[in-house]
């Protein structure tokens, strides 16, 4: 069975905490992000070496998903979600019924991003199946300080991932 992954702002984290990006037979991964120097980091090229065209780069915004990229059995968001309203429209509109939907926040926020997000997430239909605490270690993308310079040298923080059913 083909499965179809999107990733939405993956920067130079591809699927960190969700398994990292392992693709058998028939497999795709699509990372869409709207920063082109993400796509710069050279675990990109690691990737395409190893998987070739089952991986694509593409430019865009979770605002705005390219409408030809079809649909996904998985969508995931790591500490790039937007706005519940807005966001929820397009990846209804990408992930599968049945899909699964995970998003990566920092432990200390999942409190209210639940409160922000599970009123529209239940009237979408949507169902948390898994919660799963990790320890993340911030690097280009989250691990800036508030100057937006990177962080020298990162902690560990907990992470936690929620994942979502659709349907
Ligand atoms: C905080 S970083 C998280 C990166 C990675 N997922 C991680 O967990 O380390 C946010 C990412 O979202 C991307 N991003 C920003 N605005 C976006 C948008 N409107 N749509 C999709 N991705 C966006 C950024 O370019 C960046 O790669």
């Known amino acids: 069975m083909v499965h179809r992954v999107l990733e939405i702002g993956p920067g130079d984290q591809p699927r960190h905490d969700v398994g990292g990006v392992e693709l058998s037979d028939g ?25 070739g065209s089952k991986v ?17 059995d998985e969508v995931v968001m790591l500490g790039s979600h937007g706005y519940p309203d807005k966001d929820l429209v ?21 409190d209210s991003f639940l409160e922000e997000w599970s009123p529209e997430l239940e009237k979408r239909g949507y169902v948390l199946v898994n919660e799963v605490e990790s320890v993340y270690v911030g690097t280009s ?17 907990p992470y936690t991932v929620l994942t979502f059913k659709k349907g």
């Open 141 to 157: 993308s989250i691990g800036l300080n508030w100057d937006l310079k990177p962080v020298e040298d990162p902690k560990p923080e």
């Open 90 to 110: 397009e990846i209804d509109r990408v992930l599968a019924t049945d899909g699964v939907l995970k998003f990566g926040v920092m432990s200390f926020g999942k």
């Open 27 to 51: 497999d795709e991964y699509i990372a869409l992000d709207p920063n082109p120097s993400e796509f710069d980091f050279p675990i990109w090229r690691t990737l395409k070496e190893k998987f």
């Open 56 to 72: 694509r780069m593409i430019l865009g915004s979770r605002e705005a998903i390219p409408e030809n990229l079809g649909v996904f």
